[in-house]
């Protein structure tokens, strides 16, 4: 997830200045493994800009204009990157895929800034990934009922079964979790 993360990253004087396109810049994420990293950069950044362009202000509040590559609730003109970082080191280690954490992300049941909460849900909730309700009713069937492979089971109205079903859980681009 991390690969693609990006900021545009520019500063709040030179914005007031009318500069803020001259040293504000595209800043690729995955270039830094901690939020100190990438924080040591911009303070670097910045007293770079004041000694090739001083200001007014020196520059030292960050300002993003432009964000890529991950989960909006965490886009802020001003943000803090603790929590993103955290984001990224626990989607690493959590053994689900882009596809399935961007899925929960979407669901929006849990918030993303309360990492360990958000990655806690996930994996106490994830279903599976199926191509329809009613192919993930069929398979929750199998599951929890001793049902054979014959009649019954091939009589069954899938759709109904899944429409009541799906009160507990929840589906995102094919992914299905259990509501908590």
């Known amino acids: 997830?991390?690969?693609?993360?990006?900021?545009?990253?520019?500063?709040?004087?030179?914005?007031?200045?009318?500069?803020?396109?001259?040293?504000?810049?595209?800043?690729?994420?995955?270039?830094?493994?901690?939020?100190?990293?990438?924080?040591?950069?911009?303070?670097n950044h910045f007293e770079e800009c004041d000694e090739e362009n001083p200001?007014?202000?020196?520059?030292?509040?960050?300002m993003i204009t432009d964000f890529a590559g991950f989960p909006r609730e965490f886009y802020s003109e001003?943000?803090?990157?603790?929590?993103?970082?955290?984001?990224?080191?626990?989607?690493?280690s959590c053994g689900y895929s882009e596809d399935v954490i961007n899925a929960f992300v979407s669901i929006g049941s849990y918030s993303v800034e309360d990492v360990d909460a958000f990655f806690d849900a996930l994996e106490e909730s994830y279903a599976g990934e199926f191509g329809s309700d009613s192919a993930f009713a069929e398979d929750m069937a199998a599951q929890t009922c001793e049902l054979p492979n014959t009649?019954?089971?091939?009589?069954?109205?899938?759709?109904?079964?899944?429409?009541e079903l799906m009160y507990d859980y929840s589906e995102h681009d094919g992914h299905y979790f259990r509501s908590l």
């Open 55 to 62: 200001l007014d202000s020196p520059r030292e509040e960050i």
């Open 151 to 163: 009649w019954p089971l091939n009589c069954i109205d899938w759709d109904f079964a899944a429409r």
């Open 1 to 43: 997830m991390r690969s693609e993360s990006k900021i545009f990253l520019t500063d709040y004087a030179s914005y007031n200045n009318g500069s803020q396109f001259e040293f504000g810049h595209w800043v690729d994420l995955s270039d830094f493994d901690s939020a100190e990293d990438l924080n040591e950069y911009i303070l």
């Open 78 to 92: 001003s943000m803090r990157f603790d929590s993103l970082y955290e984001f990224f080191e626990r989607a690493d």
